[in-house]
């Protein structure tokens, strides 16, 4: 039995009626650009091979009914312009993608839906992208609606913000809608112009390595990350009344005004100046297979987020410096938000395996558990595979 197969019998078992409508949704990694997204710079993400499934049939009335097999849950709504967060949690998502379908004037229908992720939740994976993308493309498939692919991307950013209160970047939102079989996507957050950077996936591999802790400093930590660079752009606006985002500074401009920052603040400038300018260089490299290259830039990408911005852990740190001693490894990072989740790494090919092996021998020697590893091609975006 095929693992659509397994997800169509379970729809069949939970409604007593066939799926009409399946859409995935892809989670990504960030092969760099750590926190450069808010910042109005530069992303260097990739869609992966785990993905956000929604199984999806018409109903006669205004009613959504939507099953979470991860939670073992049903959360049910009606189709109003009332739509407003509650319980349970993760529920927020439909009703977010709903709410804001309905306000841009969608005229969508109720629907039963199933939801399947394997995307590890916590991960820093960005499966509440792929499931707000998953769900947003099932409402407009079963209602007979289409919508430009940007404006979906906005419109899944804005449900993060309104609807699970989080202020994340359009970074996440972007390569699920976005992504191309066998490229990263170079995103300009500001601009919202982008890129498809192919990647030489026939001589190294994506190897993505979960430690399968998520600290709780992290959600804190966010919004104050986010603060502090407002901070340093209002600090050099005193000597730099243009600039409007730490975008707008190259180093050698930070570097000239170090005497006026509070130390904290210029350390969380410099990690977003030099990462940006680490996403364009990294970009190039993989333009020119220069694998050497990418690797290096994504070791000081993980410098950077461990000690200017300081949104790393012991248990990240420890995964990207046993991958670094590893024979074959180009390079490595941690991937996401931060304080948890999954580090990245450029890997040889041919060496993939035993790199693996080597982790997870080291990790639970280190901590008592396994590490979720799994290595990942390219792949595409959000795609209606049947309606």
Sequence with gaps: MTDMSKHEEAFRKHFDCEPQIIVRAPGRVEVIGGHTDYNDGFVLPMAIDRQCLVLSARRTDRTVRLFSEHFGQTCEFELSAGLAPGEPGWGNYAKGVAALLLRVGKELVGLDMFLACDVPLGGGLSSSAAIEVGLAKSFLAGSDESFDPIDLALLCQETEHTFADS??????QFICVLARSGHALLLDCRSQQYEHVPMPLDKAAILIADTRVKHELGRSEYPVR????EQAVEVLQQKLPAITALRDVDLMTLQ????VFDPLLYARAHHVVTENQRVLETAEAFKAN???KAGELMSRSHRSCRDDYQISC???DFLVDEACRCEGVYGARMSGGGFGGCIVALVDRRMGGQV?????????????????IFVTSAGGGAEVIQS
Excluded: F
């Excluded at 202020?167 to 996440?172: L, R, T, V, Y």
């Design 356 to 372: 693996e092996a080597k982790l997870i021998e080291a990790y639970h020697r280190k901590y008592g558990i396994a590490p979720g």
């Design 167 to 172: 202020p994340c970047g359009i970074m996440d």
């Design 256 to 259: 000239r005004h170090k005497a």
């Design 290 to 292: 220069d694998l050497s």
């Design 226 to 229: 986010r603060k502090q660079c």
């Design 314 to 316: 012991e248990e990240l």
